[in-house]
């Protein structure tokens, strides 16, 4: 008997890792090293975390042995309550928080907890591909509104409004971006929350990056606007505390709970069934928040990551026939290629010979949901040399693609 994978995988697809990753490490291990921009993972590019919360993770070692509560030791999410208190979000307590190992496995409890077959929920295009993976993965199915690269990668309200259907359960806001790098202004978001205010939606809002912003750029968190919205908000240590590794994330519930008692008990099932988030990475949480060990500096227009995103942005518009609209937050910039100059018909493969050429990585842009082979998406996190050096490759290799 051949034993075949569950028929819900052929329409999950997460190709941030996956089989380009493979062929990398292939010709990593044959002696060709590979300049990787695909995973937005601080560490790799030397950024660090603080070291007081490394040594707080050590020295409650000893009392991590055993599992901890489902949702997570209280301080912990004590911390992240007060955190979203001081972002403006009212009636947040510690049984409102959800500790988890890493957002990604938040997002799966919370669309698994919500759908049922055929529910909808509107995700972002592009998006990032896990929330299309977690809604289909809990048999409900991801509806993409487009985002207008004309209007700085913003959600086209009217595409969204259409898309509204009475299967409609939630609707998914990543604010910052990713892999637009767009930051959400009050006016946009505002109008997004009336659209789930008006048609009784859940909001998920992806945050992860909501300390890595750039320029005049304000992030205003989605469940500060709406107290009267439910909301679910996620974010975690993987991006602006710089701690991919240990996999410590959460979600916050705000906003009227008397009608979402069923679902929310849907949650602690979950939070139960998987016991409890991984322990010792729970107690990095409340020194990294309560000590805003967070990235600000590197955000500063003489920070490390504002010059790279910088220059990278430069460098991409610089290539004859590339277009990129200028990241105002998170760590990637998502390109375009002009079609009239390359008339790329599979993405995939042309980030597949990119890679081959000159020994690039980066991810296709139909890999976030985005419909048109004709972006893809690379990080800013490399240091300025690496960056040139990367970017300089991809222009190279455009140079004779298109001829």
Known sequence: MEFKKSGRLTRVGYEIRGPMLEHADALETAGNPVMRLNTGDPAMFGLRAADNVL????????ESQGYSAPQGIVPARLSVADYYARRGVPDVTADDVYLGNGVSELICMATQALLDDGDEVLIPAPDFPLWTAATTLASGKAVHYLCDEESDWYPDLADMTAKVTDRTRAVVLINPNNPTGAVYPRDVLEAVLDLARRHHLIVFADEI???????????????????????LTFSGLSKAYRLAGLRSGWLAISGPKQHAKDYLAGLSLLAAVR????????HAIRIALDADHSIDDLVLPAGRLAEQRDLAWELLNAIPGVSCVKPKGALYAFPRLEPTVYPVEDDGQLAFDLLREEKVLVVRGTGFNWPRPDHFRLLTLPGADDLTTAITRIGHFLGRYHK
Do not use: G, K, M, T
């Open 275 to 282: 016991l409890c988030p991984n322990v010792p990475a729970q």
């Open 209 to 231: 990056y909501d300390r890595i912003v750039y320029d005049d750029a304000l992030h205003h968190c989605a469940a500060a606007i709406a107290p009267d919205v439910l909301c």
């Open 55 to 62: 040594q707080d993770v050590i020295a409650h070692l000893p």
